[in-house]
């Protein structure tokens, strides 16, 4: 047990060196500049303003199963395998209409827009909830608006 403690003394002593002098502070080179006030100050300035999206609105006739969403897309099927021709949005959305922050817009064939949105897009609509083939509940789209990314 002695032998330990004087190790562990030891390891910690240091030298007289390392006590009476404050540490070194790094110097200005031009492989080390400091960072320049006037662009941390800065705030950072967008080029093109946020993309606004469309609102959507459910008509009187749809009935009480219709619902308005909006979200991002994180994933987009742009073919269904079934064949039909619509188009599926699978969205980071706060209106969780699938599941918890996630809504799933099918889009028919005569509602795509063209250019189809992709991944990061902002996409709307309103229609009612069905299950989806798998069982997920998703929304088949009578209005559908899109704010592409640029």
Same mark, same amino acid.
């Given at each position: 047990? %002695?032998?330990? &403690?004087?190790? $562990?003394? !030891?390891?910690?002593?240091?030298t007289d +060196? #390392?006590?009476?002098?404050?540490?070194?502070?790094?110097?200005?080179?031009? /492989?080390?500049?400091?960072?320049? %006030?006037? &662009?941390?100050?800065?705030?950072?300035?967008?080029?093109?303003? +946020?993309?606004? $999206?469309? +609102?959507?609105?459910?008509? /009187?006739? *749809?009935?009480?199963?219709? *619902? *308005?969403?909006?979200?991002?897309?994180?994933?987009?099927?742009?073919?269904?395998?079934?064949?039909?021709?619509?188009?599926?949005?699978?969205?980071? /959305?706060? #209106?969780?209409?699938?599941?918890?922050? @996630?809504? @799933? !817009?099918?889009?028919?064939?005569? &509602?795509?827009?063209?250019? $189809?949105p992709g991944?990061? #897009? $902002?996409?709307?609509?309103?229609?009612?909830? !069905?299950?989806?083939?798998?069982?997920?509940?998703?929304?088949?789209? @009578?209005? !559908?608006?899109?704010?592409?990314?640029e």
């Amino acid at each position: 047990m %002695a032998v330990g &403690l004087g190790v $562990l003394v !030891f390891m910690n002593r240091g030298t007289d +060196e #390392d006590k009476s002098e404050p540490p070194e502070q790094p110097t200005k080179s031009a /492989s080390n500049p400091e960072p320049s %006030a006037e &662009l941390e100050s800065k705030p950072a300035e967008s080029k093109e303003p +946020e993309k606004v $999206l469309t +609102e959507s609105t459910c008509p /009187s006739d *749809v009935g009480s199963n219709c *619902v *308005v969403a909006s979200g991002r897309v994180i994933y987009e099927e742009k073919v269904d395998p079934d064949g039909d021709g619509d188009a599926h949005f699978v969205t980071a /959305s706060t #209106d969780s209409i699938t599941g918890p922050g @996630i809504t @799933i !817009f099918d889009v028919r064939t005569d &509602l795509r827009p063209d250019p $189809l949105p992709g991944v990061g #897009d $902002l996409v709307g609509g309103a229609g009612p909830v !069905f299950p989806g083939h798998a069982g997920q509940k998703q929304m088949e789209v @009578i209005e !559908f608006h899109v704010a592409h990314r640029e």
